[in-house]
Structure formats: C-alpha cells, structure tokens
C-alpha cells in the first residue's frame, strides 16, 4: 500500500489524467427559496408584535427572543442572498464559482449567535441581581404565540436542503428561537403565577446558553470548510489506504480532501501505478472507489508509472511489519 500525505508539491512531468467531471453542482440550489421566504414574512411580523409587548411587559427574555427572531430574519435574508449569489455560474477567477458565499453566511450566522449570546447572558444576570418588574401574563401569552409562530417556521425552513451549512445556520436560528419561547412560556408563567420575577431572567440565561451551543457548532463547522479541513466522517489517512490497496496502485502521495461548501468534497492526489500498468483503468478503478465508498465525485488525479525498479510491500502478515497495521513501500534493488 502506498504512502499518502498532504505535501503539496507540483508534478511536471508524467501525463495527468481524471476527475470526475466538472460538476458544479452544491446543495443550495437545491434548498426551497419559497419555503425560507415564507419563513421570513412570518417572524418579521411576530417579532414587530414581540417587541411592543416586550417593552410594555418589562420583559428581558420577551426583548431577548424579540432581539434573537430579529437575528432569526437575517439569516434567513442572508441565506437567501447567499443561495442566489452560490448559484452563479464559474467566472473568471472563480473556478468553482461562488459556492463557498454559503459557508461565509453561515459564518456569519454562528458568529452573530455567539454574540447575541454574551448579550444576554450579561444583562440577564444584571436582572438576577436587581430584578425588575415583569407582567407574567403578556410574558405567557407571548410565549405560546412564540412558540405556535416558531414551530411554523421550524417546520417551513426543515423542509429545506439542510446539507447546506448556509440553510442549516438558518434552521439553528429558528430551533433555538423556539426552545427560548418555550423557556420564556415557562418563565412567563411562574412570575404569573408566583410573581417570582427572577424566573424572567433565568429564561433569558437559558436563551443565551442555547444561542451559544448553536452558533458555536456553525462556527466550527464553516470554518472546516473555510480552512479547507477534511470534510467530517472522512479521514484522510484512511481514504489513502483504501486508494493504495487497489490494484496496480505503487505510492499515493500529495494527498488532499476537502470541501468546496457543504455537502460538495473534493479530491487530488498523485497516483503511481506498476510499470506497464494501464493507467486509465487505475483512474477509473479509484474513481469508482472514491465516488461508492466515500460519496467523493470531484477527483483530480495525476497519473504516472513508477520507476522501473522492484517495490517490495510490508504490511500486517510481514515479520518484520509495524505493530500497528500500517503499510510501507520501499524500494530496493
């Protein structure tokens, strides 16, 4: 089996063939521009109504739902602007077009989350000291309506093409706005009925802890892409293996996987392959691997036949193999 990494080097010589085609496909055309239109009409209307209430009921987790819904419509905005701007064909320098527009939306998103959710967290625990006066009843009575509303755009927004990273940073807006309405439901109903206003501030807190789990795992996972890590559930080293194990495969080396945006992987790699070998069926033997095994469809592969000389293969039933499995090529002779 061959030796794969991620050196990039430059191969002048040798005859260069495959990849998959030029497939310009991504997930965001694919995503309902309707449905997250109608998404968007429906929390900008609630969140008008919300603030009102918020503001007459004293209510900081009214006002910090109010301020995540409005957060809620710009990604939604944003992610329907990305998707038109992703669908543009490959122009000029743009080789791949303008997918990646899609991740930086839901950079955006996840980031806007995190801080929303230090806004919060930070004026709630200024309420759980001084605690102000909330009307429990408007707080509740919003709160389910929240809720009715935000279950309608969770719902309207899941039906869209959630593999795109852009679409789900959308979708994390709406779901963690729902389980605020919940939280603030909840909230509104114990100062009702208790008149315990510190419940306002805890839901607030709650809010902010949810805003924080999900817009740190769209950050996380846009900026894999961004710095163009192995898409997740692919490991390069494995991948690198399983080339080098077909057959004729003598060395796998320049080894990269990545992701152009989400749901859209990509692979190059330098293939040597056994003297008088053909290297054709090589490349559409991997290819074949790569795309059934892996769902990898994007390859550019560069084929060239090893030097003439005897390769000998040490691997897990050699003596003197590693511990460990792995395999290596040497050459000797």
């Not at 527009?101 to 004026?123: D, H, K, P, R, Y």
């Not at 625990?125 to 509740?140: A, C, F």
Request: with cysteine.
């Amino acid at each position: 089996m061959g030796k794969a990494n991620g050196a990039a080097g430059a191969h002048p010589h040798g005859h260069g063939h495959g990849h998959a085609g030029g497939h310009w496909h991504g997930v965001g055309a694919d995503a309902d521009k309707r449905l997250l239109t109608l998404a968007l009409l429906l929390i900008l209307g609630f969140m008008a109504a919300e603030v009102v209430i918020g503001l007459i009921a004293g209510s900081l987790a009214l006002l910090s739902d109010a301020g995540h819904m409005l957060t809620d419509a710009a990604a939604i905005a944003l992610a329907l602007v990305a998707m038109r701007i992703a669908a543009r064909p490959p122009k000029g320098g743009f080789t791949y077009g303008f997918k990646r527009v899609e991740i930086i939306s839901a950079q955006i998103n996840g980031i806007t989350l995190l801080l929303l959710a230090a806004f919060f967290a930070v004026e709630a625990v200024r309420r759980l000291v001084n605690p102000p006066e909330v009307t429990g009843e408007l707080v509740l009575a919003t709160g389910v309506a929240g809720i009715a509303v935000n279950l309608a755009a969770t719902w309207l927004v899941g039906r869209a093409n959630r593999r795109s990273l852009n679409v789900e940073g959308a979708f994390q807006h709406i779901l963690s706005d729902l389980y605020a309405f919940i939280a603030t439901a909840v909230a509104g109903f114990v100062v009702w009925l208790t008149g315990w206003t510190r419940a306002d501030a805890i839901a607030a807190i709650v809010v902010a802890a949810l805003m924080l789990k999900a817009g740190w795992r769209l950050v996380r996972d846009a900026g894999r892409v961004i710095l163009e890590a192995a898409p997740a559930g692919i490991a390069p080293a494995a991948v690198g293996r399983r080339m080098a194990a077909i057959e004729h495969v003598v060395e796998i080396h320049d080894l990269h996987i990545w992701e152009v945006t989400s749901g859209y992987p990509a692979l190059s790699a330098h293939i040597l392959v056994a003297p008088g070998a053909d290297c054709h069926a090589v490349r559409q033997a991997t290819e074949a691997m790569l795309r059934a095994e892996y769902g990898i469809t994007h390859t550019t592969l560069q084929m060239d036949h090893a030097p003439e000389r005897i390769l000998r293969i040490r691997g897990r039933d050699d003596r003197d193999g590693d511990a460990d499995g792995s395999c290596h090529l040497e050459g000797v002779g």
